[in-house]
């Protein structure tokens, strides 16, 4: 069964840390690239954070670059987003995705609240 599944959502207060797991089954993940996406309640998604199959390469928009850092261990079938320095406007539900040109495989989210 292909699968991602998110795990490590919950609360924390605004300058706080989370880290995020994605756990990946019933397809080769290395070949994929993986990305977090946030959406808020009424938004559209955002991706936060994207990084190649090898894990050589990573981008984020400004928005959370310097404060978020995605990471990704192909052995263990593990994608990873640790987000530091949280703010209220990071609040929303977490998505892990990975794609190739022709497949895109999504997870069912995990909620993320930043109290002010």
């Known amino acids: 069964q292909v699968q991602l599944v998110e795990s490590g959502g919950g609360l924390v207060q605004s300058g706080g840390s989370l880290r995020l797991s994605c756990a990946a089954s019933?397809?080769?993940?290395?070949?994929?690239?993986m990305s977090w996406y946030s959406q808020a309640p009424g938004k559209a998604p955002e991706v936060v954070a994207i990084?190649?199959?090898?894990?050589?390469?990573?981008t984020y928009p400004d928005s959370v670059k310097g404060r978020f850092t995605i990471s990704r261990d192909n052995a263990k079938r593990m994608v990873q987003l640790q987000m530091n320095n949280l703010k209220p406007e990071d609040s929303a539900v977490y998505y892990c995705?990975?794609?190739?040109?022709?497949?895109?495989?999504w997870g069912q989210g995990t909620q993320v609240t930043v109290s002010s």
């Open positions: 019933g397809f080769a993940v290395e070949h994929y690239e």
């Open positions: 995705n990975g794609r190739t040109v022709w497949n895109s495989v």
């Open positions: 990084i190649t199959g090898a894990g050589g390469s990573t």
